[in-house]
Structures are given as structure tokens and as C-alpha cells.
């Protein structure tokens, strides 16, 4: 039986009113409508949501609605009715949602038991530590989730978040892919090394997406990173963003070891910017070679400090990788034409 293809609405009320015992996979876009719900139609569609039993998987983009506490309760009521639901992705940036909202709607996720996917963004909310450690340990009591994306950036988090998600993830050893953005928050070392500990125990995991941009977790953040990484061996598909995080060439050489050491990594995607690193040194990169699957490298220059003679010597390195898919460079006006030339057998080249 084929799949059904996504039916897409841009107003509540064309759903409200359609035919919802049909639908299997729905995106809701009101990307174009501007400011708050009404609170009359947003009752009216929680209620319609709720009698869509066979849907399966939800799409909803929902930033910059004003959305409450309440409204995200009685939207997570809604959609845990919706007992044959595998897939689930919201995206509720720039909304009104605090702690309370983020506990009540994890404890109504955990009784999604059908639920594989969950991919949520909080970004630029007022959840607060307390909200990420009511929200991530309800989420894990979630019997079949297998792929978890949370984004928490911009909520101004402190330390306490990375032990909050730390402990959810030791909870339980279930997930394949786990995804998660703390960018612009405050986590810090500490907070970095009790999350990177409790990550250790995703040993099943084959994509790990961390983005710590902004967060300062320096030198000892790395190293425990570097440790989560060894135990983490399945891993094929990683993607680090660590801009803006008081790391230096020590650190740089750190993660390029444990990812020549990791066999099993395919795609790799590694941004760097704004530190007071040079790149990785020659020397590593000639071990990269190595990983004969490798098939993505994304290294940022921006706003480091690197020299045009390292630069150049960069570009003569990474040029050496045969099986590099993807470099992204910036900004590339600072190569010459003769450092562009050997970047182009490359792919694609991502400027």
C-alpha cells in the first residue's frame, strides 16, 4: 500500500472543517499568518486534532503565535489522542511557553506510545533550567522514541540544563538518532561535561547533532566530549557545532583524533568559528585520509585566528582528501585564485 503524501493546510479553520478521519500525514503551516492564535479557533482545532485517529505523522510550524502554557498543554492533550502517531515535529520558536508549559506537554509526549520521531523546537521560549529537566525526563519515558531533535537555544540556560539533559539521557539506552541545539545559552563546562556523560550511555546511537555555539565549555568540555565519543562506536553521521566556545588548537587536535578514530563515521560536519584555533594542523589532516568513508567535511574559518599561510597550507591539505564531499569555507574571499583552484575538484564546494 503506498504511502499517503502530506496534506498541507496554512489556516485552522480549512482543517477544522475537512475531512479528518482520512488523514494519515498533515503538515499545519502558519508560517505567513501573523500574531496571536485566536483562542476560540486554536479550542475548536485541539478538539479536531483529537479525533484524528489514524493520522501518523504531524508536521506544525507554529513560531511567533504567542503561544502560552495553556495553549501548548491542550495542544500535547490533543495530539496524545492521536494514538497511531509515529512521527511528530513542531516548531514553536519565539513563543510565550515557560516551565509549566514544557512539563506538561513532555508528560503528555511520554504517553504517545507509538511515537518513533520527535523533533521540537523551544528556541526562543522562557522555559528556564527547571522546564528542560521536566520536559527531558518526561520525554524519555516515551516506550518507542528512537529519534529525539530538541532545540533549546536562546532560553537562557545555565549549567543546570546539561545535568538535567545528562541525567534524561542516562535514563534509558533507546535512542538511534538525538539531535539537540543549546546555542546562546550559558551550559558551560560543567554543564557540558555532565550532559557528555550522560550521552555516553546513547551507545545504539548512529547520529549525534550537538550544537553548543555560545556556551563556553572549554578546554574540559572537549576533553569529555572527546571521552562520550569513544564509547559512542556506532556513530556514522556527526555533526559538532562548537563556535564561540573558548577552545583552542589543543582542543581542535583532541576532536580530530577520536573522529580518525572512529571507523564507522561516514558524514561529518564540524564548525569551529569564532574560537582562537588555526584549523586542524596538516598533520591530522593527512590522517583524515584515513577514514575512507568520509564523505562530508564542513570546517568554518570565519572569524578565527588563521594566517594566509596557514590558510594555504589548509587548503593544499584538505584538497589531498579523496573522498571529501563537501567543504564549506568562509569567507572564501580571503583564498587566492591558486588556493580556489585546488578546491575545486572537491564536489561541492559550500562558500
Given amino acids: 500500500m503506498l504511502q499517503q503524501k502530506y496534506i498541507k493546510f496554512t489556516n485552522l479553520q480549512d482543517f477544522i472543517s475537512s475531512q479528518l478521519q482520512d488523514y494519515e500525514n498533515v503538515v499545519i503551516d502558519l508560517s505567513e499568518s501573523k500574531g496571536k492564535l ?149 551550559i558551560k563546562t560543567q554543564g557540558a561535561i555532565d550532559l557528555l556523560q550522560g550521552l555516553a550511555n546513547q551507545t545504539n546511537l548512529y547520529k549525534l547533532k550537538l550544537d553548543l555555539f555560545g556556551n563556553r565549555i572549554g578546554i574540559q568540555g572537549v576533553t569529555q566530549l572527546c571521552s562520550t565519543m569513544a564509547q559512542l562506536k556506532n556513530i556514522q553521521i556527526l555533526c559538532l557545532y562548537l563556535g564561540e566556545n573558548n577552545i583552542c588548537n589543543e582542543a581542535i587536535q583532541m576532536i580530530s583524533t577520536s573522529i580518525i578514530n572512529s571507523k564507522n563515521i561516514y558524514a561529518l560536519d564540524l564548525d569551529f568559528q569564532q574560537n582562537s584555533v588555526c584549523l586542524i594542523d596538516q598533520n591530522n589532516l593527512k590522517q583524515l585520509n584515513t577514514l575512507e568513508t568520509v564523505f562530508q567535511i564542513c570546517l568554518i574559518k570565519s572569524d578565527n585566528k588563521v594566517s594566509k599561510e596557514v590558510l594555504q597550507q589548509f587548503c593544499l591539505s584538505i584538497s589531498k582528501i579523496s573522498n571529501l564531499y563537501i567543504l564549506r569555507v568562509s569567507p572564501i574571499d580571503t583564498l587566492d585564485v591558486r588556493d580556489q583552484k585546488k578546491l575545486k575538484k572537491i564536489s561541492k564546494l559550500v562558500l
Avoid at 514544557?102 to 522555559?127: E, R
Fill in 38 to 186: 485566536d483562542n476560540k479557533i486554536m479550542s475548536e482545532f485541539t478538539s479536531s486534532l483529537a479525533s484524528c485517529k489514524n493520522l501518523k505523522k504531524l508536521v506544525m510550524y507554529l513560531y511567533q503565535k504567542k503561544l502560552s502554557d495553556d495553549g501548548i498543554s491542550n495542544l500535547g492533550f490533543s495530539i496524545q489522542k492521536c494514538e497511531n502517531l509515529s512521527t511528530l515535529q513542531l516548531h514553536l520558536m519565539s513563543n510565550c511557553i515557560g516551565e509549566n508549559g514544557a512539563l506538561s506537554f513532555g508528560k503528555y509526549m511520554s504517553q504517545c506510545n507509538s511515537l518513533t520521531t520527535l523533533d521540537v523546537s523551544f528556541s526562543s521560549n522562557k522555559i528556564g533550567d527547571e522546564g528542560v529537566e521536566m520536559f527531558m525526563s518526561s520525554i524519555f519515558d516515551c516506550l518507542n522514541l528512537q529519534n529525539l531533535s530538541v532545540y533549546f537555544g536562546c532560553n537562557k540556560l545555565g549549567p543546570k540544563s546539561g545535568k538535567y539533559i545528562g541525567q534524561a539521557l542516562s535514563k534509558k539506552n533507546n535512542l538511534s538518532s538525538f539531535e539537540i541545539s543549546l546555542y546562546q545559552n550559558l
